[in-house]
């Protein structure tokens, strides 16, 4: 059982990096009563360059991203990534894309997924939920792009930004735009 503090903890992290926290924190002393990380407990292991270098081809995935305009954009990222991590390290052309940097107080980075990608995703918060509410062009196939982390059945998937963007920080009365 997780030690208390630790869900505020974790939520706190979505702000910054969430996947990569996550991963780094599941590895350390998080929850450990007796404050001992994993590192401190098990000998190092070194790895030679040829390891390294295809541990961290292995651990790439290339995304697609099918822009507003129907452009192809493509990217890799590495795997505990999250899709906003991705647009904003490759500096892909995304309009609005990520306004919160992934604080999930908007909804700019809302992409729909491919069926057979979507139903393996994992499962999505109240929190997402909520903001999800708020976008524009919502689909079956709806997530956030800074909840999404990179995974290696991802390899290769195609994902489509919808056709407008909603931030669900400013208060908008569509029906006055029609």
């Known amino acids: 059982m997780a030690a208390p503090g630790t869900a505020s903890l974790l939520r706190a992290a979505a702000a910054s990096s969430r996947c990569r926290w996550l991963l780094a924190a599941s590895r350390g002393a998080a929850g450990r009563p007796d404050g ?3 590192a401190a407990r098990t000998p190092g292991r070194f790895f030679g360059v040829s390891a390294r270098a295809r541990l961290s081809s292995e651990d790439k995935v290339t995304v697609h ?3 507003r305009d ?3 954009l493509t990217a890799e990222g590495k795997v505990g990534d999250s899709l906003l991590d ?3 390290d490759k500096n892909l052309d995304i309009d609005g894309f990520g306004a919160c940097e992934g604080t999930l107080a ?3 980075c809302h992409l729909i997924f491919e069926d057979h990608i979507f139903e393996k995703l994992d499962a999505i918060t109240d929190e997402e939920m909520d903001m999800l509410d708020l ?3 919502l689909t079956e196939t709806s997530r956030l792009g800074c909840q999404i982390c990179l995974k290696k059945f991802m390899k290769n998937m195609t994902v ?4 407008a963007v909603a931030d669900a920080r400013q208060s908008i009365d569509m029906s006055k735009n029609s």
């Open 36 to 38: 001992e990380s994993v």
């Open 65 to 67: 991203f099918i822009n």
């Open 70 to 72: 129907g452009d192809k």
């Open 86 to 88: 991705v647009v904003v």
């Open 106 to 108: 908007c909804s700019t």
């Open 135 to 137: 976008a524009y062009g």
């Open 160 to 163: 489509r930004v919808p056709e």
